[in-house]
T-cell receptor, first 115, second 114 residues
């Protein structure tokens, strides 16, 4: 069975602070995908990143960066110089590769960025 | 390229009524997924289609729920004899089977059963 744990439930920061959202996963599969999605108040899930299990290279995209560590089964997400528009619920998710790629989501982290 | 669309966006119904939701995937996407999200939780998988074939259904999908994807294009999710516990956001996602698959989500249909 697959499981995603997002231990943080709510985080509040002041604009321009850096913030890290934690994600820990469990799977017996040797190959898998990890994802982060953003859900703003409008409700639509917005895809942010996909990471393959065989690629542990960290990734940076503008103010966003992701740290994948297979040894600790973690896939953490850092927002640098946070902005009010970053306020949303962030979900980490896990899927198998191949036939059924259904996503297993964590419970989400509510990020509030105050001006 | 238009995104995934879902209709209606909101639905209020009385317990015992039937409701139907529609999802239009991104064109040429051959996989379509349905998820349900309750307040404070992450989305949970309900079912998925590859083209017109429904390949897996979750245990969450009771016999009151049925989904179709005729001709492998849009999909419908019907709930019969709705119960208050069915109140949730119903999300649809589509993807294209390639070497690395990413699901893109629609805006969801928020259902409230009174």
């Amino acid at each position: 069975a697959q499981k995603v744990t997002q231990a943080q439930t709510e985080i509040s920061v002041v604009e321009k602070e850096d913030v890290t959202l934690d994600c820990v996963y469990e799977t017996r599969d040797t190959t898998y995908y990890l994802f982060w999605y953003k859900q703003p108040p409008s409700g639509e899930l917005v895809f942010l990143i996909r990471r393959n299990s065989f690629d542990e290279q960290n990734e940076i995209s503008g103010r966003y960066s992701w740290n994948f560590q297979k040894s600790t089964s973690s896939f953490n997400f850092t927002i640098t110089a946070s902005q009010v528009v970053d306020s949303a619920v962030y979900f980490c998710a896990l899927s198998r590769t191949g036939a059924n790629s259904k996503l297993t989501f964590g419970k989400g982290i509510t990020l509030s960025v105050r001006p | 390229d238009t995104g995934v669309s879902q209709n209606p966006r909101h639905k209020i119904t009385k317990r015992g009524q039937n409701v139907t939701f529609r999802c239009d995937p991104i064109s040429e996407h051959n996989r379509l997924y349905w998820y349900r999200q309750t307040l404070g939780q992450g989305p949970e998988f309900l079912t998925y289609f590859q083209n017109e074939a429904q390949l897996e259904k979750s245990r969450l999908l009771s016999d009151r729920f049925s989904a179709e994807r005729p001709k492998g294009s849009f999909s419908t999710l019907e709930i019969q004899r709705t119960e208050q516990g069915d109140s949730a956001m119903y999300l649809c996602a589509s993807s294209l089977i390639v070497l690395q698959e990413t699901q893109y989500f629609g805006p969801g249909t928020r259902l409230l059963v009174l």
